[in-house]
């Protein structure tokens, strides 16, 4: 007697959970951006360890940067490096990824410096502060490494976009046929 259900038992290697490396994002980045997931949480638990402040503001603005870096780069990772980023419904994955490393990059290197300049200089603010630094610099190396592997997301390549699965202008065959070097070729 035959074995029926053989063939639809057999493992299908293009719907595993986790893609290594994933489409978008590889795996010098996806390690950049687990550092970046490391040192952004060691920064917001040694910010949290400080029990007294002489100027607080900064060390809240610290304390929500290293916060949202943390919780948003984990979340952007997951994402990313498993087949969740198909069924959430965003098609525009390098154009947030842009957005979201430079942005946060650029706040976390701010509230770096706005608490260092404001800390009381005790050897928990110095090492939280130290943190803050390496992870903006992580997130700063990523924004390079985007750049330098996909370009600049945002720059249009001139060819209208087509909606609702209309054909761009001047893709149809009619203007194959109105093209005098496509006729001569005929």
Known sequence: MADVYSPTTVSN?????????????????????????????????????????????????????????FLFTLLLLVLLYTCLHSRVGITCWAKLDFGYTAFIGVAFLLSSIIFTASNSDTTLERS??????????????????????QGFPFKGDGKP???????????????????????EAQ
């Open 161 to 183: 976009e087509s909606s609702n699965g209309a054909v761009p202008v001047g893709a149809g065959p009619e203007e194959a046929k109105l093209n005098p070097s496509a006729n």
């Open 128 to 149: 939280a502060a130290a943190f803050g630094f390496l992870a903006s610099l992580m997130f700063i190396v990523d924004f390079v490494l985007f750049v330098k592997s």
């Open 13 to 69: 290697p293009k719907t595993s959970w986790l893609m290594l490396p994933s489409k978008p994002l590889e795996k010098v980045r996806c390690g950049i951006k687990v550092i970046e997931v490391l040192l952004s949480f060691v920064a917001f638990i040694m910010e949290e360890m400080i029990n007294s402040c002489s100027s607080c503001g900064p060390l809240y603005f610290f304390e929500f940067i290293s916060c949202t870096a």
